[in-house]
């Protein structure tokens, strides 16, 4: 069953951030646009490019009034560790979740059974709670966070106009769809 149009479900998890063990559950989100970036597990190969690359766009992210949180099974004390340990990882500034327990893993659906971890896994959450994308990819293949960028982008733009719809590469700036007949094998 697809997530698309869902409400994320209640959580509360204990996460480490510029140099702090904080809580973080659903009521931060409320009213605000969130990635969750789910990712198999600390101190491995492509997680931590993937991680790296998402933390060179958090300040973009932010100005578009984007939060980002990261989630792997690890706990957030791993968290900590491997933030101090990787050059890489030490570039992160955004919100690292530690999901032990699995509850967050569990809710997006992205358990890898019998693994105790995560799926390589994105989500956009709206100000409303209710998920507008996700992208799972397979172990060995890494995310790319300026398409991430552009399809927060273009999800922001069609929630923020209702009725227009953004065609495949679009940008920002560029003309949206405004679905009609009159479209209908014109394309």
Not at 61 to 89: N, P, R, Y
Request: proline share 4%.
């Amino acid at each position: 069953m697809s997530l698309i149009n869902t409400k994320i479900l209640p959580f509360k998890a204990n996460a480490f951030r510029n140099g702090d063990f904080i809580e973080v559950s659903d009521s931060d989100i409320n009213g605000k646009w969130s990635i969750f970036f789910f990712y198999p597990g600390d101190f491995t190969f492509v997680c931590p490019t993937e991680l790296g690359d998402l933390a060179d766009h958090y300040e973009e992210l932010q100005a578009m009034g984007v939060e980002v949180f990261s989630v792997s099974t690890d706990s957030h004390f791993v968290h900590k560790a491997w933030h101090t340990d990787s050059d890489t990882v030490g570039k992160v500034t955004y919100t690292m979740i530690g999901d032990p327990s699995l509850q967050l893993t569990r809710n997006f659906d992205v358990e890898r059974e019998g693994a105790g971890q995560a799926d390589r896994a994105t989500f956009l959450v709206d100000p409303d709670g209710t998920i507008q994308f996700y992208e799972l990819t397979a172990e060995g293949i890494g995310r790319n966070a300026t398409e991430l960028v552009r399809k927060v982008k273009a999800a922001q733009y069609v929630y923020t106009h209702p009725g227009e719809v953004c065609p495949a590469k679009w940008e920002e700036g560029e003309e949206a769809l405004a679905p009609s007949i009159d479209l209908v094998g014109k394309i």
